[in-house]
């Protein structure tokens, strides 16, 4: 009864206002990061270029690009992206059973990651967007660029699969048991709600011009999501530790992520050259 009384309009409000910052502060750094990387590699092969807070602007000729300087730059970064997904994979499984709520930031850091690598793969080959480029430059053959597709479609279900449970399990955060009465409404506020308006948050963030793998990879985060809440519908009840839960704002995520925006939107809103 005592999960009931949390169940109210304020407390969703609360729990959904939390994951939407970290969905979008996590969505962010994985962006910036691999946008960052391309710039300081493109420096290693003397490229001057231009970047805001959406695109990269390669002031260069077309027979400058070279097999080696395609391959370090548009796949360093995914590579790297991907590490971190599983340093933050480690982290959230060590906390998944803390009622810590941090882990809610690790746990949207591990699937963006993991969508942008693999996500990438896929959209990239099928579009010869972004890492596609460098499968392009490598001359695979299409029966080869199929196989790394399915091979990213496959690992996306994998990680839908092996992060169904732990992300059910964060609701010991904010409660004692995960059952049928509040799994809709935790569910909901934790994952649908934050992911719904976290991408419209990031997306009107990239406006006017929006690149294509940013207005297309939410797409298969969404199935990602679909095979987690389909997975976790079917679990039994799970009950977590006796001690006292609370539900309230975590200010430092909220307003952390909002800086960030405003930052990187003001900073970045005029083309910055860099001449190597």
Request: proline fraction near 3%; aromatic fraction near 20%; glycine fraction near 6%.
């Given at each position: 009864?005592?999960?009931?009384?949390?169940?109210?309009?304020?407390?969703?409000?609360?729990?959904?206002?939390?994951?939407?910052?970290?969905?979008v502060l996590t969505f962010l750094f994985i962006f910036y990061l691999?946008?960052?990387?391309?710039?300081?590699?493109?420096?290693?092969?003397?490229?001057?270029?231009?970047?805001?807070?959406?695109?990269?602007?390669?002031?260069?000729?077309?027979?400058?690009?070279?097999?080696?300087?395609?391959?370090?730059?548009?796949?360093?970064?995914?590579?790297?992206?991907?590490?971190?997904?599983?340093?933050?994979?480690?982290?959230?499984w060590s906390l998944v059973e803390e009622p810590a709520r941090i882990?809610?930031?690790?746990?949207?850091?591990?699937?963006?990651?993991?969508?942008?690598?693999?996500?990438?793969?896929?959209?990239?080959?099928?579009?010869?967007?972004?890492?596609?480029?460098?499968?392009?430059?490598?001359y695979l053959t299409d029966t080869t660029k199929m196989i790394v597709?399915?091979?990213?479609?496959?690992?996306?279900?994998?990680?839908?699969?092996?992060?169904?449970?732990?992300?059910?399990?964060?609701?010991?955060?904010?409660?004692?048991?995960?059952?049928?009465?509040?799994?809709?409404?935790?569910?909901?506020?934790?994952?649908?709600?934050?992911?719904?308006?976290?991408?419209?948050?990031?997306?009107?963030?990239?406006?006017?011009?929006?690149?294509?793998?940013?207005?297309?990879?939410?797409?298969?985060?969404?199935?990602?999501?679909?095979?987690?809440?389909?997975?976790?519908?079917?679990?039994?009840?799970?009950?977590?530790?006796?001690?006292?839960?609370?539900?309230?704002?975590?200010?430092?995520?909220?307003?952390?992520?909002?800086?960030?925006?405003?930052?990187?939107?003001?900073?970045?809103?005029?083309?910055?050259?860099?001449?190597?």
């Amino acid at each position: 009864m005592k999960a009931d009384l949390k169940l109210t309009k304020t407390n969703f409000c609360t729990i959904e206002t939390k994951s939407t910052a970290s969905y979008v502060l996590t969505f962010l750094f994985i962006f910036y990061l691999n946008h960052f990387v391309k710039i300081i590699l493109a420096g290693s092969y003397g490229y001057d270029l231009g970047f805001n807070w959406y695109t990269i602007n390669y002031y260069i000729k077309p027979y400058e690009w070279t097999h080696d300087s395609v391959k370090l730059i548009y796949s360093s970064g995914p590579i790297l992206i991907f590490i971190i997904g599983l340093i933050s994979l480690i982290a959230f499984w060590s906390l998944v059973e803390e009622p810590a709520r941090i882990k809610t930031f690790f746990m949207w850091l591990t699937l963006h990651a993991f969508n942008f690598f693999f996500g990438g793969l896929l959209i990239g080959n099928l579009f010869k967007k972004g890492v596609g480029h460098v499968f392009n430059w490598m001359y695979l053959t299409d029966t080869t660029k199929m196989i790394v597709a399915l091979l990213g479609f496959l690992v996306l279900l994998g990680t839908a699969y092996f992060m169904a449970k732990p992300a059910a399990i964060t609701a010991n955060s904010y409660f004692n048991k995960l059952d049928e009465r509040n799994f809709p409404y935790f569910i909901t506020a934790q994952l649908v709600v934050p992911f719904v308006l976290g991408t419209l948050i990031y997306l009107g963030f990239f406006l006017p011009q929006i690149l294509f793998q940013e207005a297309y990879s939410w797409i298969s985060l969404a199935l990602i999501l679909i095979f987690i809440v389909g997975r976790v519908s079917r679990m039994y009840t799970v009950y977590f530790d006796e001690e006292t839960r609370s539900i309230n704002f975590s200010i430092v995520i909220i307003l952390t992520t909002v800086i960030v925006l405003a930052a990187l939107r003001m900073m970045l809103r005029n083309e910055i050259f860099i001449s190597w």
